[in-house]
């Protein structure tokens, strides 16, 4: 408990959030890192989520890879392209890239197949072009799948997992350093920056408050991200659809 609160702390401390160390700039990086990774996937998995999803071409390879590059290690990914792009910020956004890509993809493809088929059906039927019955049909219909999906990617870049069986610091204090550590914090791992410049610090310096103070941090950015996406969700979720949900429940 003492290391929880000294690393809040460490956190309120208005020195701590100055400087080139400091906690406000490396979180603006942490948070810009993670928004470009999903826009970039979100370029490449919305349109071809679509397509596949609309057509059913390639649906029976795109489940399968999705499901290989979600199980791809994040620290093996940023290592592989540290060692083969150097130091900066390509390696970890690139290796976020590759495993957000799924979650956006699968959120598209999965909301346009989700669009009621008498809607569908009855755009086709009123002379609506395929493009058109996408558009103005399937998209509306599927989009709280594709902001789920999004949400589901951008969560990815700003949130940690604790590895299972790992050794306890002084006083009980599981490490920091993660089984699965999202990509905007690994940056810090090939020199980019974000909070993960203090989680590395701290461990090179085995200051395990500025450690847990760069956890609770990324967990407060997690939550409040997921907090974001549920309302987006619910706001692009047709009025009829919320009501047959209250009544399911």
């Known amino acids: 408990m003492r290391f929880v609160l000294a690393a809040l702390a460490y956190i309120a401390d208005p020195a701590h959030w100055s400087g080139a160390m400091g906690i406000g700039p490396l979180l603006v990086q942490h948070v810009l890192y993670s928004l470009v990774g999903v826009l970039i996937a979100a370029l490449i998995g919305v349109p071809a989520g679509w397509w596949v999803g609309h057509t059913g071409r390639g649906r029976t390879w795109v489940q399968p890879l999705s499901g290989m590059a979600r199980s791809l290690p994040t620290l093996g990914l940023i290592t592989l392209f540290g060692l083969v792009l150097g130091v900066g910020l390509s390696a970890p956004m690139i290796a976020f890239v590759i495993l957000a890509l799924p979650s956006v993809l699968a959120g598209a493809m999965s909301g346009v197949r989700a669009a009621s088929v008498m809607a569908v059906d009855g755009a086709r039927a009123s002379g609506m ?29 700003v949130s940690a997992a604790f590895p299972r069986g790992a050794p306890l610091l002084a006083g009980g204090l599981p490490p920091p350093p993660l089984r699965v550590i999202p990509p905007a914090t690994l940056a810090a791992y090939t020199g980019a920056g974000g909070l993960g410049r203090l989680m590395f610090l701290g461990l090179k310096t085995q200051d395990y408050v500025m450690m847990l103070a760069s956890a609770l941090l990324v967990i407060s950015l997690a939550l409040a991200s997921e907090a974001i996406f549920a309302l987006i969700q619910w706001g692009v979720t047709p009025p009829g659809a919320r009501q047959h949900r209250k009544e399911s429940a």
């Open 129 to 157: 072009s395929e493009l058109q019955v996408l558009g103005r049909v399937e998209i509306p219909l599927g989009a709280p799948l594709l902001v789920g999906g999004v949400g589901l990617a951008r969560l990815q870049g």
